[in-house]
């Protein structure tokens, strides 16, 4: 007899919101299968508010219960066992963000938790990267946000550091970072890294994600820093309307993928990495892990 259940996973970010809906399959001694089902992203961008005004407005505080609204009829007719909500960098900043959370409840019956970056990072491993990396290599986890961006260290397979920094596609955008948080990320890459004979980038976020898909590279096998250089170099060659039309990006990333391409060639520089691996995972695939183990208890 194999066993499916379904789960529900929604990452509300400073960029996009986005539910993922996942399957387990499971079969008395043999490993779970983990297969995506649908997702749906809705760009409401937060952060944009937040960032500037320290508060989401009352137009996007809206566009944000519709949303949920939404979230809860498709759980529903998909037949979700379980599910959560988790609201990182641009929530954890409004000052309005817990009374969002109460008018969200209220009105789709869907609990929204606010994290931190540290419980970011530990959702975003439950991911098993274990089962995407190598032994033999060492990696530097990067996921890229609209809020923060969260690094993490694997030695022999095992994670020996994270940190989430206030570095993020939005806050890049509007001029909100300073040059101390630049060098703060420098230096904690390199502290981290130096002592590594070889390390590579593991890359997530849906930038990279699309930068992936475009460059045509097969899947398993990572693009270059050269690659990462010379795509970055095109998107700045072009106006953000260029970039919509010449390179078909949607028009919330034609804007966002530039900071992202700087914040992974950064990362890339500072740990000396040549290569990047983008196996798609993020925060919502380690979501639909974690509520599968917590059944499993």
Same mark, same amino acid.
């Given at each position: &007899?194999? %066993?499916?259940?379904?789960?529900?996973?929604? #990452?509300?970010?400073?960029?996009? @919101?986005?539910?993922?809906? !996942? *399957?387990?399959?499971?079969?008395?001694?043999?490993?779970?299968?983990?297969?995506?089902?649908?997702?749906?992203?809705?760009?409401?961008?937060?952060?944009?508010?937040?960032?500037?005004?320290?508060?989401?407005?009352?137009?996007?505080?809206?566009?944000?219960?519709?949303?949920?609204?939404?979230?809860?009829?498709?759980?529903?007719?998909?037949?979700?066992?379980?599910?959560?909500?988790c609201?990182?960098?641009?929530?954890?900043?409004?000052?309005?963000?817990?009374?969002?959370?109460?008018?969200?409840?209220?009105?789709?019956?869907?609990d929204?938790?606010?994290?931190?970056?540290?419980?970011?990072?530990?959702?975003?491993? &439950?991911? %098993?990267?274990?089962?995407?990396?190598?032994? #033999?290599?060492?990696?530097?986890? @990067?996921?890229?946000?609209? !809020? *923060?961006?969260?690094f993490?260290?694997?030695?022999?397979?095992?994670?020996?550091?994270?940190?989430?920094?206030?570095?993020?596609?939005v806050?890049?955008?509007?001029?909100?970072?300073?040059?101390?948080?630049?060098?703060?990320?420098?230096?904690?890459?390199?502290?981290?890294t130096?002592?590594?004979?070889?390390?590579?980038?593991?890359?997530?976020?849906?930038?990279?994600?699309?930068?992936?898909?475009?460059?045509?590279?097969?899947?398993?096998?990572?693009?270059?820093?050269?690659?990462l250089?010379?795509?970055?170099?095109?998107?700045?060659?072009?106006?953000?309307?260029?970039?919509?039309?010449?390179?078909?990006?949607?028009?919330?990333?034609?804007?966002?993928?530039?900071?992202?391409?700087?914040?992974?060639?950064?990362?890339?520089?500072?740990?000396?990495?040549?290569?990047?691996y983008?196996?798609?995972?993020?925060?919502?695939?380690?979501?639909?892990?974690?509520?599968?183990?917590?059944?499993?208890?």
């Open positions: &007899m194999i %066993d499916i259940r379904k789960y529900g996973a929604i #990452d509300i970010g400073s960029n996009a @919101v986005r539910l993922l809906i !996942g *399957s387990v399959t499971s079969k008395e001694g043999e490993k779970p299968r983990f297969k995506k089902t649908s997702l749906v992203r809705v760009p409401i961008r937060l952060g944009a508010d937040v960032f500037l005004e320290n508060k989401v407005s009352e137009k996007n505080a809206k566009r944000l219960v519709d949303t949920m609204k939404s979230y809860a009829l498709l759980m529903k007719t998909h037949g979700v066992k379980s599910y959560r909500a609201a990182t960098s641009a929530m954890r900043n409004a000052e309005n963000g817990i009374s969002i959370v109460k008018k969200v409840a209220e009105e789709s019956g869907i929204i938790e606010i994290i931190d970056g540290n419980d970011e990072a530990s959702i975003i491993a &439950m991911t %098993d990267l274990h089962e995407l990396t190598s032994r #033999d290599q060492d990696y530097l986890y @990067v996921d890229v946000g609209g !809020g *923060s961006t969260e993490t260290v694997y030695h022999e397979g095992a994670k020996v550091a994270s940190k989430s920094f206030q570095l993020g596609t806050r890049l955008l509007n001029n909100l970072v300073p040059d101390s948080r630049w060098e703060e990320v420098k230096s904690w890459i390199q502290k981290h130096s002592d590594f004979d070889s390390i590579a980038l593991i890359g997530s976020g849906g930038n990279i994600n699309n930068i992936f898909k475009t460059s045509g590279t097969s899947s398993g096998k990572p693009l270059t820093y050269m690659y250089v010379e795509y970055y170099k095109k998107l700045r060659s072009l106006t953000y309307e260029e970039r919509i039309w010449q390179l078909n990006l949607n028009f919330d990333r034609a804007d966002v993928i530039v900071p992202a391409a700087e914040i992974f060639l950064f990362a890339m520089k500072w740990s000396q990495a040549q290569n990047i983008v196996p798609k995972i993020g925060l919502a695939d380690g979501i639909i892990k974690s509520l599968y183990r917590l059944d499993k208890l």
